[in-house]
Every structure is written in structure tokens, then in C-alpha cells.
């Protein structure tokens, strides 16, 4: 969420051609963002992608695991990292209980994040993190279940960089949304709240 819709306008006014409907989000960052806030309309929902093993994975796989799904690119300086090492931290802070949450990693940036490169990615913020990527419309129609932004944004040469909403969605074991966690939450707060919805 760093760079926003100022960017994306201001692209959009100098010139760079619009990118294909199916590569960025169809909603504006705001209309988004007012939807996952103020809860207005359902998250989540459906998702057929593939893990950082090659193998195909769907929502169901998931069931019966509170699901921690976290929308982002490896590529990602800051925000994404630190998100997702928090979310690691809070699992381990969990212990046993703990393991009856599957956190999730999709990444926005299908492109450059290939299932091997997710492989070498998704371990270095827990041993359970999973790394999901699909084609463009799969990762597209995931995103937009979830009501997350996100957009390229060109940069030098053939370099870009990916605007995209960075929450981190909590889905009951039911399927259920139940919530969401905003950026920079820290890992203790994450696992107070998590707590009470797990087994002892
Ligand atoms: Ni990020």
C-alpha cells in the first residue's frame, strides 16, 4: 500500500498504455480498501493456484486449518517481508496450537514469482508457510475474492514494482472470513488474537 493511487493515476496520465485487466486489480486501491475496512461486501472465497512444489492447491485443501492468507511479491522490499516474518514469529509463539493454523503466501507478481522461486522464498519465514502462484487470471480471480489492490508499477527499463493492499486475512476452519490483521502488526499481537479461536 506504500505507493497507492497517486502513482497509479499519475501513470496513467503520462502516457503508460493501461496494463491488461487481467495482470491488476479491476477495482480502484480505495474502493478496495473501503470494502476490506468497513467489511461491506464478503472475503474470500474460492482459489485454484499452485505451491511452491508445483502441486495444484485449492481452498479446500486448507479446511479445517484457520487459514492466515497474506496477498504480496518476493520481490517486495519491506512490507511483505516484515509481514511475513511476523506471521512465522506468531506461529512459533503459538506453539502446538499453532500447527492448526496453514498460513499462506499468493503472490501478485505471477511473472517473476514462479513456483521455484517461491520455494526458495517461503521457508525463510516458516517451516509451514505456503507459497501459492497460478497464471494471471488464477491469481487475479484470488485476489479479487479476497478484495486486494494490486498494480504494476513500471519502473527504469524493464524493471516494475507491484502497488498491492497487504493485509492478513484470518479464515476459520469452516471457510469462514472471520477478519483481517492491517500491516506491521506485531507478532505478539497476532498471537493474543489468534489464540482464543484454537483448541487449547
Ligand atoms: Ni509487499
Redesign the pocket.
Known amino acids: 500500500m506504500k505507493l497507492g493511487t497517486v502513482v497509479l493515476a499519475a501513470a496513467m496520465l503520462s502516457g503508460i498504455a493501461p496494463l491488461g485487466a487481467q495482470t491488476q486489480s479491476s477495482r480502484s486501491a480505495a474502493e478496495l480498501m473501503d470494502a476490506v475496512m468497513w467489511n461491506r461486501e464478503p472475503i474470500g472465497g474460492p482459489f485454484a493456484l499452485v505451491d511452491q512444489n508445483g502441486k495444484p492447491r485449492t481452498n479446500e485443501d486448507f479446511r479445517g486449518k484457520v487459514m492466515l492468507v497474506y496477498f ?2 518476493t520481490y ?1 522490499p ?3 517481508p516484515t509481514d511475513l516474518q511476523n506471521i512465522g514469529l506468531a506461529l512459533d509463539q503459538l506453539g502446538p496450537a499453532g500447527e492448526q493454523i496453514q498460513p499462506l503466501f499468493i503472490t501478485v507478481d505471477p511473472e517473476r514469482d514462479t513456483a521455484e522461486h517461491l520455494k526458495d522464498y517461503v521457508p525463510m519465514f516458516h517451516p509451514r508457510l505456503v507459497g501459492l502462484t497460478g497464471d494471471a487470471a488464477a491469481v487475479h480471480a484470488a485476489a479479487a475474492a479476497y478484495r486486494t489492490y494490486y498494480a504494476k508499477i513500471p519502473l527504469k527499463g524493464d524493471d516494475y514494482t ?1 502497488d ?1 493492499s ?1 493485509f492478513t486475512y484470518v479464515v476459520g476452519a469452516a471457510g469462514q472470513y472471520l477478519g483481517f490483521f492491517p500491516p506491521g502488526t506485531p507478532p505478539e499481537r497476532i498471537a493474543e488474537s489468534l489464540r482464543p479461536r484454537l483448541k487449547p
Open positions: 504480496g511479491f517486495c519491506d512490507v511483505c507491484v498491492h497487504s
